[in-house]
């Protein structure tokens, strides 16, 4: 119950998201639209109560706990992201908004925007772990909680991995390709007079 539960908040989060683009750009309501998208993080608030709702009446706490924190966790790191860089794309396609600009391809800048994603994996960690450790104490000594600490463990070895790609941008950064001589001359090179 609690796996279909998590595939209906995932499929919700988008529902909500193209109902809400939809209002506010396709049907010029932006404040309705607004609303729609502030519905969002209700998702995640329902999903929270309902797997301590689950704790409580006697579940063993298993994978499908660990699986809604690190769901909720995502989401609060990866949300807004989310939903940001969906909206610049359909105000592109649907209302004439400005192509969304691409992230950089080369150098610091790309390390930089690596950086900055792998912090949202660890804010997406840290939730999670938060939600799992509440869980460990509301089950208390009495219950199996291995599972729960296996997914801490989870976590922490996502922001790992996540952390080593992320460096790795910023070791061996990719160099912009280097425009041809041929071009450069071309463009540097004032126009030839012509004989009338």
Same mark, same amino acid.
């Not at 909500?16 to 998702?43: D, I, K, N, Q, S």
């Not at 772990?129 to 199996?144: F, I, T």
């Given at each position: 119950?609690?796996?279909?539960?998590?595939?209906?908040?995932?499929? =919700?989060?988008?529902?909500?998201?193209?109902?809400?683009?939809?209002?506010?750009?396709?049907?010029?309501?932006?404040?309705? =639209?607004?609303?729609?998208?502030?519905?969002?993080?209700?998702?995640?608030?329902?999903?929270?109560?309902? !797997?301590? %709702?689950?704790?409580?009446? &006697?579940?063993?706490?298993?994978?499908?706990? &660990?699986?809604?924190?690190?769901?909720? &966790?995502?989401?609060? &790191?990866?949300?807004?992201? !989310?939903?940001?860089? %969906?909206?610049?794309?359909?105000?592109?396609?649907?209302?004439?908004?400005?192509?969304? %600009?691409?992230?950089?391809?080369?150098?610091?800048?790309?390390?930089?925007?690596?950086?900055?994603?792998?912090?949202?994996?660890?804010?997406?960690?840290?939730? /999670?772990?938060?939600?799992?450790?509440?869980?460990?104490?509301? %089950?208390?000594?009495?219950?199996?909680?291995?599972?729960?600490?296996?997914?801490?463990?989870?976590?922490?070895?996502?922001?790992?991995?996540?952390?080593?790609? /992320?460096?790795?941008?910023?070791?061996?950064?990719?160099?912009?390709?280097?425009?041809?001589?041929?071009?450069?001359?071309?463009? /540097?090179?004032?126009?030839?007079?012509?004989?009338?």
């Amino acid at each position: 119950m609690l796996v279909a539960l998590i595939i209906a908040c995932e499929v =919700g989060f988008w529902v909500l998201l193209a109902v809400g683009l939809a209002l506010r750009y396709l049907v010029r309501m932006p404040r309705t =639209g607004a609303a729609v998208l502030l519905m969002e993080p209700l998702l995640e608030l329902f999903l929270l109560i309902f !797997t301590a %709702v689950d704790l409580k009446n &006697g579940a063993a706490a298993d994978g499908k706990h &660990g699986l809604a924190a690190v769901y909720i &966790g995502f989401t609060v &790191g990866y949300g807004h992201y !989310t939903i940001k860089w %969906v909206d610049g794309h359909f105000a592109h396609r649907f209302a004439g908004g400005p192509r969304p %600009v691409k992230p950089p391809r080369h150098g610091l800048a790309r390390a930089r925007h690596e950086g900055k994603l792998w912090l949202r994996t660890v804010v997406m960690a840290a939730v /999670a772990a938060g939600l799992l450790q509440l869980a460990v104490w509301y %089950v208390g000594d009495g219950g199996d909680t291995r599972s729960l600490h296996e997914w801490q463990l989870t976590a922490l070895r996502i922001v790992g991995l996540h952390g080593l790609i /992320a460096l790795s941008y910023l070791v061996w950064r990719k160099k912009e390709p280097a425009r041809s001589t041929a071009t450069e001359a071309e463009t /540097a090179r004032p126009p030839e007079k012509t004989l009338s």
